[in-house]
């Protein structure tokens, strides 16, 4: 069926993105008011009869995701996290949820066929599924953090140390984050995963003994930390918080992650020029608990996972919203206010960072984290 002649109003709003250098069409128009991105023509008009401002914004803004073909990704989920309506919400539920799932459907694997308790039989068959993540996978040398470090050795500039596991991508640790996914933490253990965070780590044993003394602690206090991880209850656990989050608050999650790794994509450009922003960035404990295991959110499925993930903290882990709202505070006072370099830190030759390749967040991130186990 042939489409409807353009309306007199999207060539308007065409001519008006068009004075801002940016093109769009009216079959784009109408697929972003299918996608509830865009309001309803009949609230495109303000009360003078002219279009109004907002929706002219937010189409250049569609019209920059979209560019050169690619697809608007997760930052489509902005609007509808901004509108926060009951169709905006339900629409942003939907996302997440396709994202969280995406690994294991494209590794084959049904979650809702996933076998839950504790037989052999059933421990048995999530181990079976967990090795399907994990066939012709590639575990990369070094993740973000380690990335950064060695552009920064090489560029003679000081970096501060390390406070975690250096690279959450080694195949030591991506094991066990394949089997925490399918199974929840109790196929792993918390002693499983203290000991592939020491086989990956041997200088963090100071590390180690902290947080295996807090696990005792609260033991004796009859709180079990494992289980107040995201990752109890594995993906199904993430996919119920998802599913059952009230519209308003999974609205406010969307929002403040979105902004957030938004910011932190501005300030990683910056950096290039003025390194010293790392070393800000680095010194807050959402470095290691957000900024390198999410917080960086390419295009793609790759930045559409790390969304969800970082969704999914801000609802069940404690106080991890809390810690987002200061670091975003933290991001936009850099980004307002950038610190001096201090070139006694670097060598001649400091010219810049190297980033590395985008990380497989759905995977690497439920590996966990020394920091985030349980705080």
Sequence with gaps: MPRKKPSRLELALAVEVERYGHTVTPPQLERWRQRLWLPRTKYWRGPDGAIRSEVVKRTIELAMLSTQGRRVGWGGWVFWAIDDTPQSAACLRDALLAALKRPLERAGVDIGQVPDGDSDEAFDAREQLAARLLRNRHSPRRDFDGTLRAGAAEAGFELPPSRSVPNLFHQTLTAPGARMMVGGVGDVGFEG???????????????????????????????????????????????????????????????????????????????????????????????????????????????????????????????????????????????????????????????????????????????????????
């Design 193 to 375: 995963l203290m000991e592939s965070w020491e086989a990956t780590w041997p200088e963090g044993k100071e590390t180690f003994d902290r947080v295996r003394a807090a696990h005792r602690e609260a033991a004796l206090a009859g709180v079990d930390l494992m289980a107040q991880s995201p990752m109890a209850a594995g993906l199904l656990g993430l996919i119920r918080a998802v599913e059952q989050a009230d519209d308003a608050l999974l609205c406010a999650a969307v929002r403040a992650c979105t902004k957030a790794s938004g910011t932190l994509a501005i300030l990683m450009s910056k950096a290039v020029e003025n390194p010293e922003i790392i070393r800000h960035l680095m010194n807050h404990v959402m470095w290691d608990q957000w900024a390198r295991v999410g917080g960086i959110a390419p295009d793609g499925a790759a930045g559409e996972a790390a969304i969800a993930l970082s969704t999914v903290q801000y609802l069940l882990t404690p106080g991890w919203s809390d810690d987002l709202h200061h670091y975003q505070t933290l991001m936009e006072d850099l980004l307002n206010h950038p610190p001096r370099p201090h070139p006694a830190r670097y060598g001649p030759e400091a010219a810049g960072l190297r980033l590395g390749p985008e990380p497989d967040h759905a995977v690497a991130q439920s590996s966990g984290e020394p920091e985030g186990s349980g705080s």
